[in-house]
């Protein structure tokens, strides 16, 4: 059974995971608090004020009861975390099961992208092992490529390297986000301005002929949407091409 009110999980239920331990029947006595609530009050806290404000503590005040009140649920703050990937990855609506495996898997990868830009600490975060709701996303993309002629791994290959993609353009979005916040500019207009002394420097030295070329000629520099979907049909016109699917 789950730990008393007030006190951590025993040694023993330490062994097991938190989502087996949730999993089980709730105890008879009211209680206040729920996984939910936790998940809930936890991600506010990140999405406002960054992951590292998220504390035992603080989430406590929060919620507005004791500070060990959420140790009913979750043993310490690896744990909440765990509750807080698990809970942001509810919201992500898997595509429909009628949907062939390319418009499943470019949903999909829409969707993340989506939700990792609501949410930017999930991605310092949600490298351990899966939760529930993390899991539907690779059970959806190999149950859309079932059927397709693929061997098991081949099958996750390609559901690995779709995944790739997705967290390293959000990666590289989010990186260039919290660029403008530290260096006080409020666009990437503003930014170009801010770094045009240096770029024309590096311009002129006549190294980087093609990248002169694009900063002269591009006219979709901040229509990242264009950018990760076009990146995105790159990735999958590949896959298509290389197994003949």
């Not at 149950?143 to 390297?161: E, N, Q």
Request: hydrophobic share 45%.
């Amino acid at each position: 059974m789950l730990a008393q009110e007030g006190k951590p999980p025993s040694e023993d239920e330490d062994r097991v995971s938190l989502w087996e331990r949730l999993d089980r029947p709730a105890p008879a006595p009211r209680v206040t608090l729920t996984p939910e609530r936790i998940a809930t009050a936890a991600v506010g806290i990140a999405d406002a004020e960054g992951i590292d404000a998220v504390t035992m503590r603080r989430l406590a005040t929060e919620l507005g009861v004791a500070p060990m009140a959420a140790y009913r649920y979750v043993s310490g703050k690896d744990e909440l975390l765990e509750l807080m990937v698990d809970f942001v990855y509810a919201e992500l609506k898997l595509p429909d099961g009628d949907a062939d495996w390319r418009e499943a898997l470019r949903t999909l990868a829409l969707r993340i992208r989506e939700v990792l830009l609501t949410h930017p600490w999930v991605a310092r975060v949600s490298w351990g092992a899966p939760t529930p709701h993390q899991l539907a996303v690779p059970e959806s993309a190999l149950a859309a490529l079932d059927g397709v002629g693929l061997d098991a791994d081949t099958a996750m290959a390609v559901c690995t390297t779709v995944t790739a993609y997705v967290h390293g353009a959000v990666d590289l979005e989010i990186g260039q986000t919290r660029m403008l916040r530290v260096r006080g500019w409020a666009s990437r207009e503003e930014a170009r301005s801010g770094l045009a002394s240096q770029m024309a420097w590096l311009m002129n030295t006549g190294r980087y002929p093609k990248y002169n070329r694009y900063i002269g000629e591009a006219t979709r520099k901040d229509d990242l949407q264009w950018q990760f979907e076009t990146g995105l049909d790159c990735v999958l016109d590949g896959i298509a091409a290389r197994l003949g699917v």
